[in-house]
């Protein structure tokens, strides 16, 4: 019998060690964990660091993300864009480089990319000021919700697409690698 009890209470013990202390079990995931995507296009390497925030049952659109106001395009830190070559965007170019990525959401679907010039910021420090190029993006909407914000870099056409998911929303910027 005590044999029994013994190998219980070491399973027991076992079980408890493998739970963890109070403090490392209380530690979750964060909200909105950071993400990247990379993508190698026309011999460019563009890279995208950001945060990724969820629906969670939130209108996002015009509630979380008001019209008409520079978005942080994630959440958290701002959202980091690099590219190895330059790259155009209808008839803006954006130089090689690091910059910030902002979205101008519009009610009537007429979005806009910020391709912002200061670096290192926490997401909500946006200065107009240091915006290098305001691009247009094509609005659709997605056949299903997406649960958890996602940007995108992929080939397309004779150049590539970002795009920005959320919610029933995709927001996509097209563009060519600069000669």
């Known amino acids: 019998m005590f044999q029994l009890r013994h190998t219980v209470s070491a399973a027991a013990a076992v079980a408890l060690f493998a739970l963890g202390t109070p403090e490392v079990s209380a530690q979750q995931a964060p909200a909105s964990p950071r993400d990247s995507v990379a993508a190698t296009i026309g011999g460019a390497s563009v890279k995208v660091n950001y945060g990724r925030p969820s629906k ?18 994630g959440a958290n830190e701002a959202t980091a864009f690099t590219t190895s070559k330059a790259l155009r965007f209808g008839s803006a170019t954006v130089p ?4 910030t990525l902002f979205t ?10 910020i391709i912002n010039k200061q670096t290192g910021q926490w997401g909500t420090a946006y200065d107009a000021k240091q915006d290098l190029v305001r691009i247009p993006m094509t609005v659709s909407q ?6 958890q914000m996602q940007i995108t870099v992929t080939a ?3 150049g590539g697409e970002l795009a920005v998911l ?13 000669p």
């Not at 090689?96 to 910059?99: E, L």
């Not at 101008?104 to 990319?113: C, H, M, N």
């Open 56 to 73: 969670r049952g939130r209108e996002i659109f015009g509630g979380l993300v008001p019209y008409g106001t520079a978005w942080r395009t």
């Open 96 to 99: 090689a480089g690091n910059y």
């Open 104 to 113: 101008l959401p519009a009610q009537d679907g007429k979005w806009q990319l």
């Open 166 to 178: 959320w919610d029933r929303t995709k927001a996509v910027a097209a563009f060519t690698v600069a």
């Open 156 to 158: 397309a056409g004779n």
């Open 142 to 147: 997605t056949s299903a919700p997406v649960e």
